[in-house]
């Protein structure tokens, strides 16, 4: 079994003790690739750092709508500046997008599409933080007229939502949320979904699954996701897992050989 954890913060400070050990746990489970995405520019630096330190490994460069009141423009020159430069190892703009629950997202909106034209310039795929702001997400994607791939992750919104966002060409990613027979709606979406529309991820050490305690998720729980996701789609383990696989790579540009 060949599995990718497409968006996992294991460069947080929660894994310092850890790190190794959870790596080498989750690969024994069938991990074969993990993705770290970045949040704010003071932590791009430790985010490639913990990536270089493993072949299993990759990373992404972004701001996250959370921390927009701590950068500026000069940071996004920044940004495009580095992703220019194509580090070895980084495959993707993000995290970043919008989050109606936590700060304004009157702020966030112009930090978002400045972060959506640097990825259409620079040519590199685009993780997005989208939280009660789907149709916002879409319409900023409509009118950049992105041509390489976008991920919404953790995605837990309608059927509607995820079918604009799709149409758009969006991979979703499917995370901890799914274990919670609570949630209905991203259940009943998840089960009918295009499969390869989908990806899988923990978002760790956020978004656990059911049963594990707040900030303590971790890309040792991918497996169980994939369980509850193969439970609610009508395609076997064995497509569901390898269209997984598949779609993670063609969202970050690896040979789908590995």
């Known amino acids: 079994m060949r599995l990718i954890d497409a968006h996992c913060h294991l460069d947080f400070p929660v894994f310092d003790q850890c790190r190794d050990a959870v790596l080498g746990h989750a690969e024994t489970q069938g991990l074969s690739g993990l993705v770290i995405p970045g949040v704010e520019r003071r932590h791009w630096a430790r985010v490639e750092t913990v990536a270089s330190a493993s072949p299993l490994l990759a990373y992404c460069l972004g701001i996250h709508p959370w921390f927009v009141r701590q950068h500026a423009q000069e940071d996004l020159d920044a940004l495009e500046a580095i992703l220019a430069s194509r580090p070895h190892g980084c495959v993707a703009l993000g ?20 972060q959506v034209g640097i990825a259409r310039r620079t040519g590199f795929a685009l993780v997005i933080h989208s939280v009660r702001a789907h149709d916002e997400v879409a319409a900023v994607l409509k009118r950049a ?52 529309s989908l990806v899988l991820e923990t978002d760790a050490p956020d978004m656990p699954p059911a049963g594990v305690e707040k900030g ?43």
């Not at 890309?219 to 609610?232: K, W």
């Open 95 to 114: 995290e970043c997008g919008l989050d109606r629950l936590h700060g304004s997202m009157e702020e966030q909106q112009p930090m978002f599409e400045a």
């Open 216 to 258: 303590e998720n971790s890309p040792e729980n991918l497996p169980r996701i994939l369980d509850v996701l193969v439970s609610l789609r009508p395609e076997s383990r064995e497509q569901v897992q390898q269209a997984l696989y598949r779609n993670t790579c063609r969202l970050y540009g690896w040979p789908e050989a590995g």
């Open 145 to 196: 007229d992105l041509s390489q791939p976008v991920l919404v992750h953790g995605f837990s919104g309608s059927f509607q939502q995820a079918g604009k966002l799709v149409d758009l060409g969006c991979y979703l990613g499917i995370g901890g949320v799914i274990t919670y027979d609570r949630a209905r709606k991203t259940r009943e979406t998840v089960s009918k979904l295009p499969l390869d």
